[in-house]
Antibody, heavy 117, light 110 residues
Framework: QVHLVQSGAEVKKPGASVKVSCQTS????????ISWVRQAPGQGLEWMGW????????NYAHNLRGRVTMTIDAFTYTAYMELRSLSSDDTAVYYC??????????WGLGTLVTVSS | QSALTQPASMSGSLGQSITMSCSGT?????????VSWYQQHPGKAPKLVIY???KRPSGGSNRFSGSKSGTTASLNISGLQADDEADYYC??????????FGTGTRVTVL
């Protein structure tokens, strides 16, 4: 079965960085890209960006360019999302999701990132 | 990067059908057939229910169906069940090579 297992919850101070991991299994890693999506408390879904797993090409949401970096480790089938210069507005559940084209067919359970002084 | 527009809430009785809308522009829904719909129960990850406007994922329920007309996509749920009570989000590919989600619709089953 397809699994996307994310790292645990994080608490960060304003200005800090956070790196969330997403370990995949159960499918051919390089066949599908990985998107990152976040959801602030009580709010809707926000697409953060996409990484292609066969060559590491990335495409980020306009409002996060310069603050976010997505990477992969093709040896461990793991994707990473790093977000820098955190503020309270970045408090959210962060999801990784597998995508073939622009549909996201399998999701991780989410990682809660809390930014608080 | 404005979101697609969805009604905030809808309701329907058990066994009934409901149809929710997702309004965009010619740069997203109107220009491409990469519209997806997701169901999200409270505290859970989203689940894909429709992709490429009308397609259902393998193993998906045939009570969900999608369509598109111009710059508006729609999701129909037939034979409403208690478990259909959830938040529903549309998404679309956008011409600037990004993905945009809708504002979300909360469905209540009466």
């Amino acid at each position: 079965q397809v699994h996307l297992v994310q790292s645990g919850a994080e608490v960060k101070k304003p200005g800090a960085s956070v790196k969330v991991s997403c370990q995949t299994s159960g499918y051919s890693f390089i066949t599908y890209g990985i998107s990152w999506v976040r959801q602030a408390p009580g709010q809707g879904l926000e697409w953060m960006g996409w990484i292609t797993t066969n060559n590491g090409d990335t495409n980020y949401a306009h409002n996060l360019r310069g603050r976010v970096t997505m990477t992969i480790d093709a040896f461990t089938y793991t994707a990473y999302m790093e977000l820098r210069s955190l503020s309270s507005d970045d408090t959210a559940v962060y999801y990784c999701a597998r995508g073939y084209e622009w549909e996201l067919d399998f999701w991780g359970l989410g990682t809660l990132v809390t930014v608080s002084s | 990067q404005s979101a697609l527009t969805q009604p905030a809430s809808m309701s329907g009785s058990l066994g009934q059908s409901i149809t929710m809308s997702c309004s965009g522009t010619s740069s997203d829904i109107g220009g491409y057939n990469s519209v997806s719909w997701y169901q999200q129960h409270p505290g859970k990850a989203p689940k894909l229910v429709i992709y490429d406007v009308t397609k259902r994922p393998s193993g998906g329920s045939n009570r969900f169906s999608g369509s598109k007309s111009g710059t508006t996509a729609s999701l129909n749920i037939s034979g409403l069940q208690a478990d259909d009570e959830a938040d529903y989000y549309c998404s679309s590919y956008r011409s600037d090579n990004t993905l945009v989600f809708g504002t979300g619709t909360r469905v209540t089953v009466l």
